[in-house]
């Protein structure tokens, strides 16, 4: 059974930086697509940055602050967040789709707290 598992967030203050990285455990095949999406009480979870061959996207609030990027070890992804401002604060979740299997998969969620 695949699991993605997060880490890395936190309370910073404004202007500070954190990074979350995401390991996904369980599975034969690599990970095609991963990302991270943002999601505050009830509100939607939004797209924040995501990367697979051709590159990477992000969120246009998000862009020249954070940086996604994919780790050596397999199926590993980080999201590198500076310049943090308190409107980033939300649960950030690690999304990681396999074509092999058409899956996608979910972590659980890693709370970033932007407030001094």
């Known amino acids: 059974q695949v699991q993605l598992v997060e880490s890395g967030g936190g309370l910073v203050q404004p202007g500070g930086s954190l990074r979350l990285s995401c390991a996904a455990s369980?599975?034969?095949?690599?990970?095609?697509?991963m990302s991270w999406y943002r999601q505050n009480p009830g509100g939607q979870r939004d797209l924040v940055a995501l990367i697979n061959q051709e590159g990477s996207t992000y969120a246009d609030s998000v862009k020249g602050r954070f940086t996604i990027s994919r780790g050596n070890a397999k199926n590993t992804v980080y999201l590198q967040m500076n310049s943090l401002e308190p409107e980033d604060t939300a649960v950030y979740y690690c999304?990681?789709?396999?074509?092999?299997?058409?899956?996608?998969?979910w972590g659980q969620g890693t709370q970033v707290t932007v407030s001094s």
């Open positions: 999304n990681a789709y396999s074509a092999a299997v058409n899956s996608n998969y």
């Open positions: 369980g599975s034969a095949f690599s990970m095609n697509t």
